[in-house]
């Protein structure tokens, strides 16, 4: 039996010399299952780049960096396997298995005329060959006469593919409608499983590794697999058997697929290990976060400081006098969590993700204590507060700062061109011996050598708005803002600026719908977030955020402030509108039943409105019930 | 081209679905909110093809299927599903649904799994 590889050969997506590695990493992050590409130079085969190794090449030391915007060539493989259409497969199958350990896996290229053609995956040759294996022990038993040769010929290539299945590097083994694993399996599932499999009940052997869903699912699904009689359901049963399991530690991917000949049915498996390509996933998204996080710190260095010295100060000062105060246990924890609460969100605006995320823990701690506030003594509360270790919080953000930006990051303080004092100075002088026309004129030009332009400042919010709506799956554009340019003294607005972002998430967690169904009801897929700034006659400030997302549903929250016990449903049905839109103000309102990192927690507005109020300013909130919702927050100017 | 019952409690699912089945072709020709209009529907107009939802009030729509099934074992029902009901997709396939889909779901899965149908 004779054939060309050709045959096998599948055209997949190609790239030119000169496209990017993101293009490359856009493909792969878009088709998980995509195992490798190839790179052309005109038609002609250059190179090919195979999943795994990009990601690992991208996973060493600034290799993210290396590859992500150069050309694709200098990241694939030039030394691959290529072959002319018209071999034959029994040809190539000692070529492709003599391959080094790490190219083993790599896919075959096909080309005709000296043009690409196609590619083979080592899978499907595998599984091709094995195909043939079984047609051709179905010939020999017909024709006795030249069994002899053939069943050398089959132990030849049933060594062939004993051999490439052992190096393959993924556990291949077949179980029959006992459950029992076959003795013939890879080498690879010894070390998956930790023993031998051959014989085993199959389901004693995976159920460690199953969920209390699985465990009860999979044996019925197995026994529909075998027993069932129709055959295209085989197929929709399978999909319900589990797809990764976590096996001793490695993360293993399964594949199944049912093998039928001669009346007898068995379930072929193949396991890989997608442990490593996990932990590079993973690894990357660090080092993205990282990346982030250093940009933040070389940009906003003060922030960066006085957020990590807040924090301390916090545990150091604050909260013991929180603890003196004398006010009642729940109100104590009330207040820890809204600052912590705060605390993460700051920390997660500059990209201190690691410590953002100590902190969510800190805060589920803090809510459980809350919910046994009764079994709690104060003195609890204190050896509570003593003991959070702030340093191990921030321990792991700070050394990648030191480590790239070097130890003198955190002791050098915020420096001025001009000492702040002189610009103080300045001002006082300038109100002291100028006439009031020229002083009004010359102030604001002062104000901005300490002052930064609140449109400039709500800006820097955009990349936080563009992660969150990331991670809840939202599209949203970028922010807009308008309006006068109005400068402030950061450092009094502070706190105030960071309680925003609680605002923002709201929107999005909350107001902004998914795209799915901001198309369904007819509003552009993308959701849309603006700020407009208006400087006030009475030397006030007003900032209004609007979003255009799905409205604040009053009814929802009337429900929900009956649910918490914050009204008597009798006492919501006589609320203006008004006051039902205050409720979500309120420190113990929350309309999501769910916690995540990013919001939810409902404690988000009423810390913003603690802070307007702090200023001396009030928050009112409009919505229109499908059409959006609007924050407007009026604070006085202080200078 | 088939003529399609869809069930669905969520008037925005309905919605959805609805379109991606007129863009391919086919004819919805009824929509049930819940189990028991499922089944009521059903008999009415003998739909080729049912989409159920498993999470609805008054009668679910494992409950409709077994109803359906018991009465026309030739009928075609597709669930529809949210994550993590993996038991009761298996207790439909056992009960006679040919195939089922996860929400949420690429319009061009819903329009294989149909094909595969007919």
């Not at chain 1, 004779?2 to 493909?27: D, P, W, Y």
Request: proline share 2%; net charge negative; with cysteine.
């Amino acid at each position: 039996m004779q054939e060309n590889i050709g045959r096998l050969a599948q055209k997949i997506h190609s790239f030119t010399l000169e496209e990017t590695g993101k293009q490359v990493h856009a493909l792969f992050e878009a088709n998980q299952d995509l195992e490798g590409v190839v790179v052309l130079d005109n038609d002609k085969p250059a190179g090919i780049i195979m999943r795994t190794d990009f990601y690992q090449k991208l996973g060493k030391q600034f290799g993210f960096s290396l590859y992500m915007n150069r050309p694709v060539s200098i990241v694939m493989k030039k030394d691959f396997l290529l072959v002319d259409a018209a071999t034959e497969i029994s040809d190539i199958s000692m070529r492709a298995m003599n391959r080094n350990n790490d190219s083993l896996y790599d896919f075959i290229v096909v080309e005709e005329n000296e043009k690409y053609l196609g590619v083979v995956s080592i899978k499907q040759f595998l599984l091709d060959l094995a195909k043939k294996r079984e047609e051709q022990i179905i010939l020999l038993k017909s024709i006795n006469e030249r069994e002899r040769a053939h069943r050398e010929a089959i132990e030849e290539m049933h060594s062939s593919i004993r051999n490439l299945m052992d190096n393959a590097g993924q556990g291949f083994l077949s179980i029959d409608g006992n459950f029992a694993v076959s003795e013939q399996y890879s080498r690879e599932c010894i070390s998956i499983f930790g023993c031998e499999i051959g014989g085993t009940n199959f389901i004693d052997l995976i159920s460690p590794y199953l969920n209390d869903d699985q465990r009860n699912t999979v044996p019925s699904i197995l026994k529909e697999v075998f027993g069932g009689p129709e055959g295209a359901k085989v197929n929709v049963f399978l999909t319900l058997m589990p797809k990764e399991l976590k096996i001793r530690e490695k993360i293993i991917k399964l594949e199944y697929k049912v093998i039928e000949n001669t009346g007898n049915k068995s379930l072929m498996l193949i396991l890989t290990d997608i442990t490593e390509k996990k932990e590079l996933e993973q690894k990357m998204a660090e080092e993205r976060n990282h990346l982030k996080l250093i940009v933040k710190a070389v940009s906003n260095q003060d922030d960066v400081i006085s957020a990590i010295q807040r924090l301390r100060e916090f545990f150091a000062k604050d909260a013991v006098f929180l603890l003196k105060s004398g006010q009642t246990k729940a109100m104590i924890v009330a207040e820890l969590f809204r600052s912590v609460h705060t605390f993460k969100g700051d920390l997660s605006h500059l990209y201190l993700m690691n410590a953002s995320s100590n902190l969510h823990k800190l805060e589920d701690s803090i809510s459980a204590m809350s919910s046994r506030i009764d079994e709690i003594s104060l003195k609890d509360l204190e050896t509570f507060v003593s003991e959070v270790d702030v340093e191990g919080i921030i321990e792991k953000d700070v050394k990648v700062i030191n480590d790239i930006l070097g130890e003198d990051y955190f002791n050098e303080c915020e420096h001025f061109l001009i000492p702040l004092d002189v610009i103080l100075t300045l001002e006082q002088l300038a109100s002291n011996i100028l006439s009031k026309e020229d002083h009004d004129k010359l102030i604001p030009e002062i104000r901005k050598l300490r002052c930064h332009n609140i449109k400039e400042i709500l800006r820097g919010f955009d990349d936080s708005i563009q992660n969150i709506a990331l991670r809840l799956e939202k599209a949203v554009q970028s922010l807009a803002v308008k309006g006068d340019d109005v400068f402030i003294d950061k450092q009094k607005y502070q706190s105030f600026i960071k309680s925003l972002m609680h605002i923002f998430r709201n929107s999005i967690d909350h107001g902004i719908e998914t795209p799915e169904q901001r198309v369904e009801i007819g509003k552009s897929e993308t959701g849309k977030i603006d700020c407009e700034i208006k400087m006030g006659n009475d030397n006030s400030l007003t900032i209004i955020i609007r979003d255009d997302g799905r409205g604040i549903d009053y009814e929802r929250i009337k429900k929900k402030a009956v649910e918490k016990g914050i009204y008597t449903s009798d006492s919501v049905r006589n609320l203006s509108s008004e006051q039902v839109a205050d409720i979500i103000f309120l420190d113990e309102f929350s309309t999501k039943d769910s916690i995540s990192i990013v919001s939810g927690r409902g404690v988000g507005l009423s810390a913003v409105r603690s802070e307007v109020e702090r200023l001396g300013g009030i928050i009112k909130v409009k919505t229109e019930p499908g059409n959006g919702t609007e924050f407007i927050i009026s604070i006085p100017l202080i200078y | 081209m088939s003529k399609i019952l869809i069930v669905d409690d969520s008037m925005i699912s309905r919605i959805n679905l609805k379109k991606i089945l007129l863009a391919e072709g086919h004819e919805v020709i009824g929509e049930a909110s819940n189990g028991l209009e499922a089944v009521k529907k059903f008999e009415d107009l003998k739909p080729d093809i049912v989409t159920m939802d498993i999470t609805m009030p008054e009668m679910d729509g494992l409950e409709a299927l077994r109803n359906i099934m018991r009465s026309n074992p030739a009928a075609k029902v597709i669930m529809i599903s949210a994550l993590g009901q993996n038991n009761k997709i298996l207790e439909a396939l056992q009960s006679g649904a040919k195939n089922y889909i996860t929400k949420p779901y690429e319009p061009s899965q819903v329009i294989n799994i149909i094909k595969e149908l007919c």
